[in-house]
């Protein structure tokens, strides 16, 4: 197999991307010249093409990412070390739309979901046990092994029990988005029928949650509070968890059009080869769904920091850039409350797969979200509401953000890494991986590889078997945290516990 040594992304960019380690002394040749590596260079890492003096912006995938500490030579090592964000405070920002048709052809294919009562489609059919407050996880999974092991799952996918350690001891907005999460996790249509476990003296009271859910179906979703139950309240909540299952037991799988699939976008340890081969992969498959009517929901909002009026400038209309502009800012100005700069993100991961600062960071993280124009801006904990590409506020915290991503309504979450990540949240959770190693070496994690692009399969190719894998999990294939049993939710806490 025959790989290139190294990749300019753009042709504005002052760096390219080594493909595969680069020796000190090897020549390569860019754009007709001939410039001599002055250091060993890693796989995933930057090396200069042109002499730049300090304070000067070194340029990749047709952006700044930051400037240089110092004088550098061509031919340099380009990383953390001799490379400062230009990140600091909140900006303001000019609307300058820029409108770009999709020019992806719609077709006929499905995937086999499951129709809910309020028209929501499912791509699982699972029972949950979903407790108002962390006092109850125990009781919750004890009775999800119990029904688990006494239905054996014939006729649903799973049975699962959400542990959290909220519900109690929280005030004001910490409070309301665990209220606002836990909502949307018993609405969620991956779930065929759902036990929402109270203990009864929580903050998180059930009789005031329960008016949070609406107009819900209340034959696939029923309420126990522990503290009111005389005797045993585990053989009541069986009694109310074989109920349940004789209903959602009786779903059944039909053809659904790919205008209800509902996509979220993530990353998380991410390398250099993120914003070459994985992210524009998952971009690619972002509108391929949107064009389809479909929908698929960007979050990590610090990891937009950098490639933010990319994004800004692609919203619909004036209303989407100013809600935008807000995401973008609050979350700044959360990092300063707290005496933090917004521009140091990469974690040790990131810098060891080279990724060297922020913007960097972004202008990769953003590609999974495509070319499609932004039609929604979602706060934490809020519902989808339209259909195509939405932006949601999230920090880029892995389990928080699937987390909030699932809760928001998607079906499935788009994992790339290019470290490699076992973890999944309450849907499936599909990891890409950047490059081939990790596929190789982690296949009980990874479910596709992105790898291949640099190894001389083109994106047409991969995509189409890319969509395919997408449609199959879709319709019902696990993904490996799901073959793993690697399930979890985590969400937001900003302020104080009692």
Known sequence: MNISAFIKINPADSVVVCLRPIDKGETINVDGKEITVLQNT??????????????VNIIKYGYPIGHAKEDLKQGQWVNENNLKTNLSGTLTYEYCPVNEKLDIKKDNRTFQGYVRKNGEVGVRNEIWVVPTVG?????????????????NLEGIDAVHAWHHNFGCSQLSEDHENTRKVLRDIVLHPNAGAVLVLGLGCENNQPDQFEKLLGDYDKERIKFMVVQNVKGDEIEEGMKILRSLYKVAKEDKRTDCPLNELRIGLKCGGSDGFSGIT??????????????????????????????????????????????TVKLVNDFKEYFLSHGEPVGENPSPGNKAGGISTLEDKALGCTQKCGRAPVSGVLGYGDRL????????????????????????????????????????????????????????????????????????????????????KVIAVASGEKANNEKNGYREIAIFKNGVTL
């Open 135 to 151: 006092c109850v996880n125990g009781i919750a999974e004890r009775l999800a092994n119990m029904i688990e092991k006494e239905t």
């Open 42 to 55: 890693p796989a995933g890492h930057k090396i200069l093409i042109k002499d730049t003096p300090a304070n």
């Open 278 to 323: 994985a992210n524009p992969l998952v971009g690619e498959l972002s509108d391929y769904i949107v064009a389809q009517g479909g929908t698929s929901i960007l979050t990590e909002v610090p990891e937009m920091f950098g490639a933010e009026t990319i994004l800004m400038n692609r919203c619909e209309n004036e209303n989407l850039f100013e809600q």
């Open 385 to 468: 509401q339209v259909k195509g590409l939405n932006l949601l506020s999230a920090p880029g915290n892995d389990l928080v953000a699937a987390t909030a991503l699932a809760a928001s309504g998607c079906q499935i979450v788009l994992f790339t890494t290019g470290r490699g990540t076992p973890f999944g949240t309450f849907i499936p959770t599909m990891k890409i991986s950047t490059n081939s190693n990790l596929a190789n070496n982690k296949p009980n994690w990874i479910d596709f590889n992105a790898g291949e692009l640099v190894e001389g399969t083109d994106m047409p190719t991969l995509l189409d078997k890319f969509i395919d």
